[in-house]
């Protein structure tokens, strides 16, 4: 069985620093790992990667060509993707022998809820090559320290969740800054947990501005909370403690635990019930090289 996550979120949320810093934790707790570049936009990539879309389409060239904007020329390349989705397949097929992959995804978020083409050509892989995985949303943790824009993350959350149908993950990502960002209206838990919105809108309303919209917001909030989907984890990609406790969710929602599990069902469910206590930091490697301050990602072991 072959693992991976699908990193997506909006522009500047941290996809490609997530995918550099990912790779590099989970080498030094042993996994081969492959980071799949399919942003056509990223010109500069701070990882090595294994499979680079600009090999098959390039962002400036189907701009000059179609007169698209940089917008339009993301979706046409994510619909040229899809149609050439046998060259994609025959990149992956020698690397999901042994590898976990990484794939980052463009920041236009559009493309997640709305156009189907970065969906069916996930479905298309998953199909195909047999794999399990989990979608991350990336969203920046300095949404929180707008009401409306805390909103809007959740809206934005719940239609990728629905939209991309995959095991899922939200994320709060650079939660090192909160701080930086003021004081915020309540607790961190109360914007990770996404218990009751009733007092989200009762700050919101204190706005004037967003007077006239009172009930939209209060219909919008019902939405998200009738789901009950809703709900993030916080991230510091520099911090090998948060990097260690995402992936142990994400290993429990794609399947990974279950991977080398030979045993009865007794032994699944005790898996699927009880705290992960693996030891993720257990390798020597791990502690003393998990990323500097200077955000410098250069691991070799
Ligand atoms: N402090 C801090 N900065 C971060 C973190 N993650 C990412 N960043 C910074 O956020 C900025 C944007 O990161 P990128 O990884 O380029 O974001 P992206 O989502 O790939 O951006 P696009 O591909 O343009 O959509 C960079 O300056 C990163 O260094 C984090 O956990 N903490
Ligand atoms: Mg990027």
């Known amino acids: 069985m072959v693992f991976g996550q699908v990193v997506v979120g909006p522009p500047g949320s941290g996809k490609t620093t997530y995918c550099n810093g990912m790779s590099q934790f989970l080498k030094l707790i042993g996994r081969k790992v492959a980071v799949i570049n399919l942003d056509p936009a990223n010109d500069s990539l701070p990882y090595e990667c294994a499979v680079n879309i600009e090999d098959l389409i390039k962002l400036s060239d189907v701009m000059a060509e179609h007169s ?77 320290s707008d009401p409306g824009k805390y909103i809007s993350a959740l809206l934005l959350s719940l239609s990728t969740m629905l939209h991309l149908e995959l095991p899922h993950i939200n994320v709060l990502s650079k939660i090192d800054l909160i701080e930086s960002y003021g004081k915020l209206a309540f607790n961190l838990d109360y914007y990770t947990d996404v218990q009751d919105l009733s007092y989200i809108q009762d700050h919101l309303d204190q706005d004037p501005r967003s007077a006239k919209y009172r009930k939209l917001t209060k219909e919008l909030c019902e939405v998200i909370e009738n789901f009950g989907l809703v709900n993030f984890s916080t991230l510091d990609i520099q911090d090998k403690e948060s990097v260690g406790n995402l992936v142990k969710l994400i290993d429990k929602s794609n399947g990974y635990v279950f991977a080398s599990i030979e045993g009865s069902a007794v032994e699944f469910s005790k898996v699927a019930a009880g705290p992960l206590d693996w030891d993720y930091y257990r390798v020597a490697a791990v502690q003393e090289k998990y990323m500097d301050d200077d955000q410098n990602f250069e691991y070799n072991d």
């Not at 920041?107 to 399990?132: C, P, T, W, Y």
């Open 68 to 144: 698209l904007g940089p917008n339009g020329g993301l979706v046409y390349c994510m619909d040229y993707l899809e149609k050439n989705i046998d060259w994609l397949e025959s990149k992956l097929k020698p690397l999901i022998k042994d590898h976990y992959l990484l794939f980052d995804f463009p920041g236009q978020v559009e493309l997640f809820f709305l156009h189907s083409n970065a969906k069916n050509v996930i479905m298309k892989l998953i199909k195909k090559l047999d794999l399990r995985l989990t979608a991350i949303l990336l969203v920046d943790s300095h949404l929180c």
